[in-house]
């Protein structure tokens, strides 16, 4: 699910989790290019879905948008259905928030397809939080491959957990994507 062909199926609470929010025990990601950073006194990230259009989660904040070296304000949030660039109509429900921002993301930013469709029960997480519980630390964009619990509705697990805290969402990744 990596590259131009990445497919955003999920964001906003990344993983439905309430009280983890950074990617634990993930390793650095390059999905720069999809997931920006939320600008802001809480860290949260977001996923670009439009030149000027980004989803993220409605408790973050939301003031800016930090993408490619670019601050770049927020001109509204809409809860509900927009419309995108390209005509593709997108619903989002529940803690997630759909913002368009006052001008376009720099040209090193790009969007990822949003559908809906079959997947092979493998997701790739992505998020600015925190690597360790910890030692919280905010900067670097990391990301980690899960799979469906098939035991819990929308719950996404470590399938290598080795301890107590395996590769998961935590603080700062709230917002991010589940490709």
Do not use: W
Request: overall charge positive; proline content about 4%.
């Amino acid at each position: 699910a990596r590259g131009a062909g990445a497919v955003l199926l999920a964001a906003a609470s990344l993983l439905y989790a309430t009280a983890a929010h950074a990617i634990v025990q993930g390793y650095p990601s390059s999905l720069d290019r999809h997931v920006v950073r939320m600008g802001g006194s809480v860290i949260c990230s977001g996923v670009v879905i439009g030149r000027r259009t980004v989803v993220t989660a409605a408790h973050c904040p939301s003031g800016s948008v930090v993408a490619g070296g670019a601050i770049i304000g927020v001109a509204s949030r809409t809860r509900g259905t927009v419309t995108l660039d390209d005509g593709t109509r997108v619903t989002v429900s529940g803690d997630s928030v759909v913002l368009r921002l006052r001008s376009p993301l720099p040209a090193s930013v790009s969007p990822v397809r949003v559908a809906e469709g079959v997947h092979d029960g493998h997701f790739i997480i992505a998020g600015y939080g925190t690597p360790s519980e910890t030692n919280r630390s905010y900067g670097q964009l990391r990301e980690a491959v899960l799979i469906d619990s098939k035991v819990e509705r929308n719950m996404l697990v470590d399938p290598n957990r080795s301890g107590p805290i395996s590769a998961s969402a935590c603080f700062g990744d709230s917002g991010g994507a589940v490709l």
